[in-house]
């Protein structure tokens, strides 16, 4: 089927879209970015990428993505099929997102984090990356979380620098998670600890 792109969408020459992408007004894909060098921005088949969404250049997103408003998608990523990113939130540079993902309305996933597949991030979710902010090593230092297969993070919960939650494993809302998280049980609280294993 025939791409669907609003009059008001700017679509940059480094992206190749897929067939049936329906782009909405405002939206600006292949955006380039500090030592741009012609990356090529890739988005597959059936994407719908909602209106005043920015994608800057060299993501590489699989079949069936869908952004709500307003997401922005920072460079160089690399973004599995079946992925849903909501409205408002922000994808910053070099991360990786498995297949059917789904990230919710108002998350920060920071560069550098790994997202496995069909793991799912609840609203107002923080991950961060910066143990000590602006110290002068802090770039080189970054450690950004590992959400493992199928784990769920409930909605205003933070994950601080190099956290790592297991397979299946649910983080409560409102968490603040310190430590990793083994597979298939819940934490949660602040900070957030072992309540009981996963029974489902």
Same mark, same amino acid.
């Given at each position: 089927?025939? /791409?669907?792109?609003? *009059?008001? *969408?700017?679509?940059?020459?480094?992206?190749?879209?897929?067939?049936?992408?329906? &782009?909405?007004?405002?939206?600006? &894909?292949?955006?380039?970015?500090?030592?741009?060098?012609?990356?090529?921005?890739?988005?597959?088949?059936?994407?719908?990428?909602?209106?005043?969404?920015?994608?800057?250049?060299?993501?590489?997103?699989?079949?069936?993505?869908?952004? %709500?408003?307003?997401?922005?998608?920072?460079?160089? /990523?690399?973004?599995?099929?079946?992925?849903?990113?909501?409205?408002?939130?922000? $994808?910053?540079?070099?991360?990786?997102? %498995?297949?059917?993902?789904?990230?919710?309305?108002?998350?920060? &996933?920071?560069?550098?984090?790994?997202?496995?597949?069909?793991?799912?991030?609840?609203? /107002?979710?923080?991950?961060? /990356?910066?143990?000590?902010?602006?110290?002068?090593?802090?770039? #080189?230092?970054?450690?950004?979380?590992?959400?493992?297969?199928? #784990?769920? $993070?409930? #909605?205003? !919960?933070?994950?601080?620098?190099?956290?790592?939650?297991?397979?299946? !494993?649910?983080? %409560? *809302?409102?968490?603040?998670?310190?430590?990793?998280?083994?597979?298939?049980?819940?934490?949660?609280?602040?900070? *957030?600890?072992?309540?009981?294993?996963?029974?489902?």
């Amino acid at each position: 089927m025939p /791409n669907t792109i609003a *009059a008001t *969408a700017v679509i940059h020459p480094n992206v190749r879209l897929g067939e049936n992408v329906t &782009i909405e007004d405002f939206c600006i &894909i292949g955006v380039p970015f500090k030592g741009y060098q012609e990356e090529l921005t890739i988005i597959g088949d059936n994407a719908v990428i909602r209106s005043h969404t920015v994608i800057y250049a060299g993501n590489r997103i699989g079949n069936g993505f869908q952004s %709500g408003h307003k997401a922005n998608l920072r460079e160089l /990523n690399i973004i599995g099929d079946d992925v849903s990113i909501g409205t408002l939130s922000v $994808i910053e540079h070099r991360v990786t997102i %498995g297949d059917g993902v789904r990230i919710h309305t108002q998350a920060f &996933i920071p560069e550098f984090s790994i997202l496995e597949d069909r793991c799912w991030i609840g609203p /107002n979710v923080v991950l961060t /990356n910066a143990k000590f902010p602006q110290h002068p090593n802090a770039k #080189a230092e970054l450690k950004a979380p590992h959400i493992e297969q199928q #784990a769920r $993070i409930g #909605a205003n !919960s933070t994950l601080l620098p190099g956290v790592r939650v297991g397979k299946r !494993s649910l983080v %409560g *809302a409102g968490s603040l998670v310190t430590h990793s998280v083994p597979p298939g049980v819940i934490f949660a609280g602040s900070p *957030a600890k072992y309540l009981r294993d996963v029974d489902y």
